[in-house]
């Protein structure tokens, strides 16, 4: 599996999990809320009623969620509508006909929407959260303009101010979390390109694996890092590939050069890197190996190499220079080493495999 997707299923993981905790958050309030307003006499009629049916609900999709994650989305989508639809009754039946606690339901209610809020955002994308949201603030300042309309007639101020101010509050709620969302993916965005940009520098376009600089960059960084181990730096190089570009074209060169790549990386551990160095010379670089374990790897390369025929150009054969670098030594010099290896398999005879003397 590549790492970008690990990184997405461990994306998917987390996300999973906050989810997880966020249902169960919410179950565990309705159970605090429920046995407070029972114990201190405050609980209405329909609350009896509606507190354990939303506990259930969620405690249920809660489960469904943990014994099958592929539930989750119409889990997510269940436990909003019914929290949002629990919400905006409690504040329609305060417009419409005021509870018997008053202004403490509603004002209960009230205090709670904006988690609803976040938990849209959190649940679904910014395009449904946002009409999400939108639709449930609608609802709920419809019918909280109607109360207040109620209590100024009522010559009650209070009231009437407090439930402006309440759906003020929740706009400017909403408006903050759509711009936070907004900024949020513009940033997601321009980071991705910056990584996309980075990616594309430190690739070769022909063959996409690393190229020259993205290996200086790890051997510079390898001698300034406190390891403990070393690596082997094998130099791999194809055989008379000037002949070969010559004969039958740079299309049919090119085309050796991405098949050469992709043998080389298919004997590749993961801790292990390959990248073009230049022109028809890939480097390799094997962490913690013994100069045996490198002589059979670049042996295996090799082998491979010359079995895998070009349908054009027909058996094509490579050579190899190795040299270990140990903790503390000069990447340069290693380099140098596995290039006079190489050298060394070139003048005696190609299509062989050389250890640094």
Known sequence: MSESADALSSL??????IVTVFIAAGALVFIALW???TSAGLIKP???WAYPLVIVFLCLNLLGVI??????????LACYLVVAFYLVAQVALFALGPPDQGIYDVANTLQWMPALYVAAFMFFPRRRAVVAVTVTFLLSSLALGIAALQASVSDDLR????LVNAVV???LTLLLLSLVTMLRTEYDRVARHARSMEDAARTDPLTGIANRRALEDWMQSFEHQDAERGAALVL??????????DQHGHLVGDEILVMTAQLIRSQLRTMDRVGRWGGEEFLVILEDVSMANALRFADRVRHLV???????????TISAGIALCSPGEAVADTFRAADAALYAAKSGGRNRVSESA
């Not at 009231?159 to 407090?162: F, I, K, P, R, T």
């Not at 791999?236 to 070969?244: A, C, E, G, S, V």
Request: net charge neutral; charged share 25%.
């Open 236 to 245: 791999f190089d194809i055989d008379h590939f000037k002949t070969i570009n």
């Open 67 to 76: 014994a099958r994650p592929q539930l989750q989305p119409y889990a997510e």
């Open 12 to 17: 998917a993981r987390r996300r999973r999990q």
């Open 169 to 171: 509050a929740h706009l």
């Open 35 to 37: 046995a407070f307003e």
């Open 306 to 316: 010359t079995v895998s025929a070009h349908p054009v150009a027909g058996s094509v």
């Open 46 to 48: 329909s609350d009896e």
């Open 159 to 162: 009231v009437s101010a407090l």
